[in-house]
């Protein structure tokens, strides 16, 4: 299985400055098809969780733009510019390169100082 | 707008059963696929079960292979998940997700049910 590694596992922000989380996979994200599977996920409290990131870098329909994603191979990162307090929750991320079994990181909570 | 309720959660006893549901509406149901995915109580995300768009596709986590049975219902827009020999650490939040339609290989889980809790204790 691909094992999913995000660091930190918590931090704590004050609004208006910038926040990254990091996230490695154990083996490369990338397919054959050139496209490099890694998602980004939010589960603020209370909810769901929801799509951020598709394909890395990929903002999804109505996701503000001080998020953004980078990364290639077996290393990530979610980068928020400037958080804002409705930013609080549990950020994941999720391989699918190998989606027998798709694999989750452990979860970063971001809180606000 | 795109909607996932899942029902059917509960309490049960070690070795019970118990059936999931999972009702979609504001979409398509029969041509996406579809996957359950749990959280235990304080824990992270575990993908649990995979039904491609018609069902013939369908896929298990290690952890719940054997013991579960992810089915659909395409005429009622309903997944389901069946849930047999239940153990302690079965205890979770059950989400059903929709796979979203994309052109790559593999689509992300774009939408989310609020999750129906599933309690195994004796």
């Known amino acids: 299985d691909v094992v999913m590694t995000q660091t930190p596992l918590s931090l704590s922000v004050t609004p208006g400055q910038p926040a990254s989380i990091s996230c490695q996979s154990s083996?490369?994200?990338?397919?054959?098809?050139?496209?490099?599977?890694l998602y980004w996920y939010l589960q603020k409290p209370g909810q769901s969780p929801q799509l951020l990131i598709y394909?890395?870098?990929n903002r999804f329909s109505g996701v503000p733009d001080r998020f953004s994603g980078s990364g290639s191979g077996t290393d990530f990162t979610l980068h928020i510019s400037r958080v804002e307090v409705e930013d609080v929750g549990v950020y994941y991320c999720?391989?699918?390169?190998?989606?027998?079994?798709?694999?989750f990181g452990q979860g970063t909570r971001l809180e606000i100082k | 707008q795109v909607q996932l309720v899942e029902s059917g959660g509960g309490v049960v006893q070690p070795g019970g059963s118990l059936r999931l549901s999972c009702a979609a509406s504001?979409?398509?149901?029969?041509?996406?696929?579809m996957h359950w995915v749990r959280q235990a109580p304080g824990k992270g995300l575990e993908w649990v079960a995979t039904?491609?768009?018609?069902?013939?596709?369908?896929y298990y986590a290690d952890s719940v292979k054997g013991r579960f049975s992810i089915s659909r219902d395409n005429s009622k827009n309903t997944l389901f998940l069946d849930m047999n020999s239940l153990r302690p650490e079965d205890t979770a939040l059950y989400f059903c997700?929709?796979?979203?339609?994309?052109?790559?290989?593999?689509?992300?889980?774009?939408?989310w049910g609020q999750g129906t809790k599933v309690i195994v204790s004796s």
């Open positions: 997700a929709r796979e979203g339609n994309c052109e790559s290989t593999t689509c992300p889980f774009d939408s």
């Open positions: 504001g979409f398509s149901f029969r041509s996406f696929g």
């Open positions: 039904s491609s768009y018609d069902g013939g596709d369908i």
């Open positions: 083996q490369s994200l990338l397919h054959r098809d050139g496209r490099t599977y």
């Open positions: 394909e890395v870098s």
């Open positions: 999720m391989q699918s390169i190998r989606h027998r079994p798709y694999t």
